[in-house]
């Protein structure tokens, strides 16, 4: 069974911190070693200046972050980690996909939308301090993930619209120049960790509540004790539900410990005695990463030649499909004579698979004849890969081991792939899967 492409990007705005950690760093680590998963993260510096004007800080982010991952464990000789402007495909690809890009489609893009409806509110231009790269960013996002034909890509539930707007792009491109690109999903991850901040409000650059990931130990110690809590005395039972020391504690914690604090809060802990604790549990788990991440910081150098060899990683990769995808749209080496013959067969009408989602969420395709016919109506699918493995399965094989069962239903040795449509036969789908062979679909 091939490997589950899986990518993740991050903005090089910010350094990381312990919401970082434990929401995305941790879990993408771990999910990097699961077997049959070929795991794509890159640092998105990009991206990163659309957000920040301070050369400086995009340069110091990118550093912070490169070390940040892989004192945290990431293996860059197990997985592809480079950075986003060391791939030159990306933004050729960018331009690509914005040329057939909807504008209707970016214009309902949220961030764009959310910096509309601000200037509205303040009576100002609707694109007032809005640049050209806040509103096709999308497109470059899209880039990042069709490049690689990521076949799943983690995000959460209110970024689901940029997995949306790439599928959109990658369609297009594909109806108009051919398949080339594989439609990815969106991984929604419901439960991401979310920890407090200094205040009690969730940890952000934005509320400046932020606890550094590799903090100074005295410093970690000191942030941790400046964590607000409410008035109870020592001896005065204290609530875990919306407890911030309670929430950080678990985050670092097993079932047991947790529970071992969740008592000691019902028994009355102190203020600075659950604070002290609270450091102690944080402290043992990133200690260790922190002596890495330090010896890292003091070698950029090295951060610099494990991104480029990445970057010469990913580049097998992206640099043949650019070729590819420049061909398709016919940026070629004029020396190429067109063969009108081919030209000619390729207008010849030919039969189509076509993919919908129905409203109950499944995922189906239909067979349809060179004259618009609908031949085989395919079973809903759990995603869109499934669906399209169907298809895949059945061009292999053109239509040998094809069979009708019971109720129409057309079969694939055991397997039920569908039903025949209204007025179709089997002979029919059997010629269409054959047209498909001749055509070298």
Not at 132 to 144: E, K, N, S, T
Not at 237 to 265: I, N, V, W
Not at 318 to 345: F, I, M
Request: net charge negative; proline share 5%.
């Amino acid at each position: 069974m091939p490997a589950t492409r899986v990518l993740t990007g991050i903005t090089t705005s910010g350094t990381p911190h312990l919401g970082n950690y434990a929401g995305a760093i941790r879990p993408a680590i771990a999910a990097s070693r699961r077997p049959g998963v070929e795991s794509f993260y890159f640092l998105a510096d990009y991206h990163a200046l659309i957000k920040v004007q301070d050369p400086a800080r995009v340069q110091r982010s990118t550093l912070e972050i490169a070390a940040s991952w892989l004192a945290c464990g990431l293996a860059p000789d197990k997985v592809w980690f480079y950075r986003q402007s060391d791939i030159p495909e990306i933004p050729e690809l960018t331009w690509l996909l914005t040329c057939v890009a909807g504008k209707g489609l970016l214009n309902r893009a949220h961030a764009y939308k959310a910096a509309v409806d601000k200037n509205r509110e303040a009576g100002e231009d609707d694109d007032a301090g809005v640049s050209a790269g806040l509103f096709m960013y999308p497109v470059l996002m899209a880039a990042d993930i069709l490049m690689f034909k990521a076949h799943s890509v983690p995000v959460g539930r209110d970024q689901i619209q940029h997995i949306e707007m790439a599928r959109d792009f990658g369609a297009r491109f594909n109806h108009l120049y051919g398949e080339h690109f594989v439609l990815p999903e969106a991984a929604i991850e419901e439960n991401v960790a979310t920890l407090p901040g200094l205040d009690g409000r969730k940890m952000s650059k934005s509320y400046d509540n932020t606890i550094p990931l590799f903090a100074p130990r005295a410093e970690l110690k000191k942030l941790i004790f400046s964590i607000v809590t409410d008035s109870r005395a020592p001896g005065e039972p204290k609530d875990t539900e919306g407890s911030a020391l309670f929430q950080l504690h678990q985050a670092f914690s097993t079932p047991e410990q947790s529970a071992a604090f969740a008592r000691a809060f019902a028994e009355g802990i102190g203020w600075g005695d659950a604070k002290q604790a609270l450091f102690e549990r944080i402290d043992a788990e990133v200690a260790p990463m922190r002596e890495k991440y330090e010896a890292l910081m003091a070698k950029p150098i090295e951060i610099e030649a494990i991104l480029r060899e990445g970057a010469i990683k990913a580049r097998k990769i992206a640099t043949p499909l650019l070729a590819e995808l420049r061909h398709a749209v016919g940026l070629r080496d004029l020396r190429e004579q067109v063969v009108v013959a081919k030209a000619a067969k390729a207008k010849v009408a030919m039969p189509q698979f076509k993919q919908y989602r129905e409203a109950d969420g499944r995922f189906h395709f239909k067979l349809v004849a060179a004259d618009g016919r609908e031949l085989l109506l395919g079973l809903g699918h759990a995603s869109p890969r499934e669906a399209g493995q169907a298809i895949a399965r059945l061009k292999a094989d053109a239509g040998a081991g094809l069979r009708e069962g019971a109720g129409r239903v057309v079969q694939l040795g055991e397997d039920a792939l569908g039903e025949l449509a209204a007025d179709a036969a089997l002979e029919d789908i059997v010629a269409a899967l054959a047209a498909f062979v001749e055509e070298g679909a």
